[in-house]
């Protein structure tokens, strides 16, 4: 009976001392998988990373959806290390395959926003998660600035004739189309190339003016024939909602 009561401890002993174990080995199996997917090459995004302090860094940055991008992003420099938040109040811009983001000042917070054109005039978009009728959906926003200031400025549809002349005031010809509604918000990329392809090539004499509700030709300049942007160019409709129902 003594040995029977001794080779029960040994094996509650046994049991016990191999449950631990595999306790050990699942959670460094789980951890080394999980390591293991963050790193991989094929997820991981290549780019560079541009920080308030005046450095920057090449390395690789943490997938994201720009609908949720917001405030931070996660960024290695190197696949052996595990990526490190960056929020948007220390990176004042960072690359990745063909895009750029800067960190600016929305709705009383630094965000980062995506440039859509650069130029004198720097044209950039927010999507943004909004909760309408108890569903969330995606909205696209936009902002303008002026090469040279750190101010943005939000452009709407409500806001467009208004807004929009002030910051190409001295494209004359541009700004007078814009308030005698030739072009329209939805053509807000296209007027915005129009306006930095203008400044590229030397801020040219404009063909005409409106003054007092006419037309006039400026003196010693041949008129310019100007077609309408075309509205099958892949600029998309602006400031609608881009993605509903999202969870």
Same mark, same amino acid.
């Given at each position: 009976?003594?040995? #029977?009561?001794?080779?029960?401890?040994?094996?509650?002993?046994?049991?016990? #001392?191999?449950?631990?174990?595999?306790?050990?080995?699942?959670?460094?199996?789980?951890?080394?998988?999980?390591?293991?997917?963050?790193?991989?090459?094929?997820?991981?995004?290549?780019?560079?990373?541009?920080?308030?302090?005046?450095?920057?860094?090449?390395?690789?940055?943490?997938? $994201?959806?720009?609908?949720?991008?917001?405030?931070?992003?996660?960024?290695?420099?190197?696949?052996?290390?595990?990526?490190?938040?960056?929020?948007?109040?220390?990176?004042?811009?960072?690359?990745?395959?063909?895009?750029?983001?800067?960190?600016?000042?929305?709705?009383?917070?630094?965000? $980062?926003?995506?440039?859509?054109?650069?130029?004198?005039?720097?044209?950039?978009?927010?999507?943004?998660?909004?909760?309408?009728?108890?569903?969330?959906?995606?909205?696209?926003?936009?902002?303008?600035?002026?090469?040279?200031?750190?101010?943005?400025?939000?452009?709407?549809?409500?806001?467009?004739?208004?807004?929009?002349?002030?910051?190409?005031?001295?494209?004359?010809?541009?700004?007078?189309?814009?308030?005698?509604? $030739? #072009?329209?918000?939805?053509?807000?990329?296209?007027?915005?190339?129009?306006?930095?392809?203008?400044?590229?090539?030397?801020?040219?004499?404009?063909?005409?003016?409106?003054?007092?509700?006419? #037309?006039?030709?400026?003196?010693?300049?041949?008129?310019?024939?100007?077609?309408?942007?075309?509205?099958?160019?892949?600029?998309?409709? $602006?400031?609608?909602?881009?993605?509903?129902?999202?969870?």
């Amino acid at each position: 009976k003594g040995n #029977y009561g001794i080779h029960f401890a040994l094996v509650v002993i046994g049991m016990t #001392y191999f449950y631990y174990m595999w306790r050990y080995v699942l959670m460094a199996w789980l951890l080394l998988g999980s390591g293991m997917a963050w790193a991989q090459g094929d997820e991981m995004i290549p780019g560079t990373l541009y920080l308030t302090s005046g450095d920057s860094m090449s390395g690789f940055f943490d997938p $994201f959806k720009e609908e949720r991008l917001s405030r931070s992003v996660k960024f290695t420099p190197n696949m052996d290390t595990y990526p490190q938040r960056y929020n948007a109040r220390e990176v004042k811009a960072f690359e990745l395959d063909e895009r750029r983001f800067e960190s600016h000042v929305v709705d009383e917070r630094e965000q $980062f926003i995506k440039v859509e054109q650069g130029g004198e005039l720097v044209l950039y978009s927010l999507k943004d998660r909004v909760k309408k009728r108890g569903d969330y959906v995606t909205i696209v926003r936009y902002f303008v600035r002026r090469e040279g200031s750190d101010k943005i400025h939000e452009i709407t549809d409500r806001n467009f004739r208004k807004e929009i002349p002030i910051h190409i005031a001295d494209h004359t010809e541009l700004a007078a189309q814009v308030r005698d509604k $030739f #072009y329209e918000f939805s053509d807000l990329q296209a007027l915005v190339e129009a306006y930095n392809t203008w400044v590229e090539k030397g801020r040219p004499a404009t063909s005409w003016t409106k003054e007092n509700g006419n #037309y006039t030709i400026d003196v010693n300049h041949e008129p310019e024939v100007k077609a309408a942007p075309e509205k099958d160019l892949p600029t998309g409709r $602006f400031g609608v909602e881009a993605t509903a129902g999202l969870s």
